[in-house]
Every structure is written in C-alpha cells, then in structure tokens.
T-cell receptor, first 110, second 116 residues
Framework: RKEVEQDPGPFNVPEGATVAFNCTYS??????FFWYRQDCRKEPKLLMS???SGNEDGRFTAQLNRASQYISLLIRDSKLSDSATYLC???????????FGSGTQLTVLP | NAGVTQTPKFRVLKTGQSMTLLCAQD?????MYWYRQDPGMGLRLIHY???????AKGEVPDGYNVSRLKKQNFLLGLESAAPSQTSVYFC???????????????FGPGTRLTVL
C-alpha cells in the first residue's frame, strides 16, 4: 500500500466548476500535510498547507481529518490556469522528509 | 536569487556509464534532497542531507551516491547507469530554522535522464 494515495484522475471540468480532490495517508506519525501543484514537465511548487482547522486561500480550501487520515482540496470557480497536477504530500521525520502521492491531474475546459 | 538550480537539464547515457548531477541553492538552506519522478508514481526520495558533510538514504537509494561537501551544493552520482534509472530527477532544499518557508521545499527545474 502506498503511504499517500490519491485518485489519479484525470478530472476534466468546465470553467467555473467546483472540483474536489481527496487523499489518504497511512503513516499516523506524519506531522504536516501539503498540497503541491505541478505543471506539465515543471517542478512542484507549494500550493498550500493543510490544517485540521481548515485552510482557505482564495478559491482554494484544504482540510485535514487526522482521525480518518484523510486530506482534501476544494477548488471553487475553476480557471483555465488551474489545469495542472495536484500532489498530496505528507511530512515526517527529523529531516522533514516529504512523501508524495502520485498526483491528480486536472484539466479545466473552456 | 536563482533559488535552486540543477545541471544538466537533459542527459542521455548508455548502460554502464557514470554521471553526476549537480544541485545548487543560494538560499543558505541547511536541508537538501534528491527525488526521482516516474510516470504515475509521484516523487520518491533518493537521498537527503541535513548539513554540510552529512547524507542519509531515502526511500529508493540503491544505485545512487551523494555528497555534500559545500552547504550550497548537493551532488547525485550514478556509478553504473541502468535503464531503470531513466527518470526525471528533482533537487529540493529547505531551511532548518523557523520562518515563513520553514516547511516548504523549494525545487529545482529537474534533470531529464534517459539511460539506453
């Protein structure tokens, strides 16, 4: 079983749609969680951190449920520029190692 | 600031050849990491370093060696390349101390390696 699991998609949605991504993790010792965004053939970049209390940044909302070991990302009012792969990430260890999910591909259609 | 840079951007090797990938960062970060990314598998940690002169194994270290002789540089070596090492390699760094970027890892643009 992968330590961080995501639905690979692809998700194809029209502009303006709301889309939700889910992720589960198996290492209960994971300390922090993140969503990274990766554009085609580019490096990953931090989108946002994920907290149990929820974290909202504009059109993006991330949520963590430690009891269920479940992480979510909600994107409202999708834009064409949101098309990318979204990576669910868990942090653990004294050197703050990251464990990545395989990513969920999103395409926003005009 | 250039951030994290990687050299080379592309490389084609024959089986058995050796090469070194160079990662450099100008953010004075203590922690540095090497990942590989294969289709459908996300990024996997190869080796990491928490400071100059120290290295440790990650999830998939076999076939690779690393060195961190200077704080700003982290080298990844392939002693005898195999087709299974065909991948995209990303280097990343982060700070040891607190601050805005405490938990964020900053990635280089990647090296696309093909082993024939």
């Amino acid at each position: 079983r992968k330590e961080v699991e995501q639905d690979p998609g692809p998700f194809n949605v029209p502009e303006g749609a709301t889309v939700a991504f889910n992720c589960t993790y198996s290492n209960s010792a994971s300390q922090s969680f993140f969503w990274y965004r990766q554009d085609c053939r580019k490096e990953p970049k931090l989108l946002m951190s994920v907290y149990s209390s929820g974290n909202e940044d504009g059109r993006f909302t991330a949520q963590l449920n430690r009891a269920s070991q479940y992480i979510s990302l909600l994107i409202r009012d999708s834009k064409l520029s949101d098309s990318a792969t979204y990576l669910c990430v868990a942090l653990s260890g004294s050197a703050r190692q990251l464990t990545f999910g395989s990513g969920t591909q999103l395409t926003v259609l005009p | 600031n250039a951030g994290v840079t990687q050299t080379p951007k592309f490389r084609v090797l024959k089986t058995g050849q050796s090469m070194t990938l160079l990662c450099a960062q100008d953010m004075n970060h203590e922690y540095m990491y090497w990942y590989r990314q294969d289709p459908g598998m996300g990024l996997r940690l190869i080796h990491y370093s928490v400071g100059e002169g120290t290295t440790a194994k990650g999830e998939v270290p076999d076939g690779y060696n690393v060195s961190r002789l200077k704080k700003q540089n982290f080298l990844l070596g392939l002693e005898s390349a195999a087709p299974s090492q065909t991948s995209v390699y990303f280097c990343a760094s982060t700070t040891r101390t607190g601050g805005v970027s405490y938990n964020e890892q900053f990635f280089g643009p990647g090296t696309r390696l093909t082993v024939l």
